[in-house]
């Protein structure tokens, strides 16, 4: 099963989850983390059932992390539910999911390779 530690993932990623973590907070914005790493094999699966688009996912490498926006007491799935999420992210220097290319994938974040 996918990690949801956020110790599984590399020293750098974890400092700017705190950070994305502490910002979201601040601004009233709620979420629960699904995933941080993940095996081949899952990795395998997500691509069999169109969950992800990738074997080179940064899950992989301990370099992204996933989350699921709650919103009234429940869980949101609406992209839209994600934008401010995103914005704080990329503020502070994550890629967001939610801009890539094709497959929007507003529920991750990763780390950015300059």
Known sequence: ????RIEDMIP??????KLFE???HAAGLDFIVTCTTRTKEEQTELVK???SKTMNSRHLT???FDIAVVKDGKLSWKNRDY???GDIGMSIGLVWGGNFKGFKDSVHFEY???
Do not use: D
């Open 1 to 4: 099963m996918a990690s949801r």
């Open 12 to 17: 750098e990623m974890q400092e700017l989850y």
């Open 22 to 24: 502490a910002t979201c």
């Open 49 to 51: 059932k169109g969950f």
């Open 62 to 64: 301990g370099e992204a």
């Open 83 to 85: 934008e401010p999420y």
């Open 112 to 114: 950015r390779h300059e």
